[in-house]
């Protein structure tokens, strides 16, 4: 690739916006002298529930973690089965096979990219216990029917908000739907520590306590361990740096709405290129911005030597991929999933992104299905 001219991510802005007061809070913590479990991290949990209307939060040490502390928290094990999106990072899957469950995959919508309700119904057996929807890119999931169907077979709802953190569907935001639902603050998300760290979320108190047990090795007591638990806390120093970006969160997802409206209007007359559709009644934040094209080697190869970087999420279905090939799943069983990934393709879109990049980046994209049309 030629010298990169738009960078498929930054974080200058948002830092040139809060590094003063990251420092402060660096500052703070250090002299502190805490940095486990303390009052920053109780702060920070505190400022998410209010954020998202829920009534509990629990910081833990990352994303995946978050997943499988939910699951373990509802009791899913071995012998149960759930139910998770085929086009999914691999993350979905891992959290499940941790406690001992089965992910059985689920083709998507081919519209949204999102879990295929439809297809849900026709794989829901005795063994089935729990439906971890996933909010891909940021776009919401129909979160009132996954509802409906999870109370007509009684099972549990586990949200991953990982990519969702301040988006909303029917002005409700996600995290608050599922009985207990996890996010992640991967640098790179749309609110992002300065390392790992992930929350989980619930409005049920039970299910709270014992979340705080397991991400603390089972104790509730210190030196007595009442469960198998995990070590998986998020640090004092990541909670403080995320208290400073939440005030922000709002203003830096409407900066993405508008860069993805400016790349919708700018494509929505080129044939070649399908939008994944938003859901209905839905806000999304877009921390991802993908485009799906039959072109897409040939443009991603173009664009990266325009100097635009470029990302493809996700090259290789999990149900293809090597760790989990004890599932027994096989090329074709989910064919939009397996469409998705040879044809989509992620453009930069992030605070900070310059009205000129994107307009080049738009330029771009639009020369190279001229060209090919000649």
């Known amino acids: 690739m030629k010298t990169c001219k738009v960078p498929f991510y930054s974080l200058d802005k ?9 420092e402060k809070a660096f500052k703070d913590s250090l002299t502190q002298n805490w940095f486990v479990l303390g009052e920053k991290l109780k ?23 978050a997943l499988q502390i939910s699951l373990m928290a509802l009791g899913i094990g071995t012998g ?8 999914t990072f691999s993350a979905s899957f891992i959290a499940v096979i941790q406690t001992g469950a089965k992910p059985v995959p689920v083709d998507v919508d081919a519209l949204t990219c999102n879990l295929s309700l439809k297809k849900c119904k026709g794989l829901i057996n005795s063994r089935t216990k729990a439906i971890m929807p996933v909010h891909l890119y940021g776009n919401p999931c129909k979160m009132d029917e996954l509802l409906s ?21 029917n002005a409700k935001k996600t995290g608050t739907f599922g009985h207990i639902n996890a996010c992640s603050f991967y640098p790179s998300k749309t609110i992002g520590a300065l390392g790992d760290a992930g929350a989980i979320t619930t409005e049920d108190s039970k299910l709270f306590e014992k ?51 400016n790349y919708n209007q700018a494509f929505v007359d080129i044939d070649e290129i399908q939008i994944p559709a938003i859901t209905q009644n839905s806000n999304s934040v877009y921390h991802l911005y993908t485009i799906l094209t039959s072109e897409r080697e040939q443009l991603n190869t173009f664009l990266n030597e325009a100097g635009i970087q470029t990302g493809i999420h996700y090259p290789k279905p999990p149900h293809l991929q090597k760790a989990f090939q004890n599932l027994a799943n096989q090329q074709g069983d989910f064919p939009v999933t397996e469409k998705i990934s040879t044809t989509t393709l992620s453009l930069p879109i992030y605070p900070g992104l310059s009205s000129d990049d994107q307009q080049y980046v738009i330029d771009k994209v639009k020369a190279f299905f001229q060209e090919k049309g000649k």
């Open 149 to 169: 169907l999870a109370n007509e077979h009684n099972l549990w709802v586990i949200e991953d908000n990982a990519q969702a953190v301040g988006a909303s569907y």
């Open 211 to 261: 979340v705080e047990r397991l991400r603390n090795y089972g104790t509730k007591l210190k030196y007595e361990c009442d469960e198998v638990g995990l070590n998986s806390r998020m640090d004092e120093l990541q909670a403080a740096f995320l208290s400073v970006k939440l005030p922000y969160l709002d203003s830096w997802n409407n900066v993405r709405n508008k860069v993805a409206a």
């Open 43 to 65: 702060t920070f949990e505190k400022e998410f529930s209010e954020y998202l209307g829920c009534e509990y939060t629990s910081g833990v040490a990352n994303g995946l973690e």
């Open 80 to 87: 149960d089965e759930v139910l998770v999106p085929a086009h």
């Open 14 to 22: 948002i830092h040139q916006q809060c590094g003063l007061a990251l």
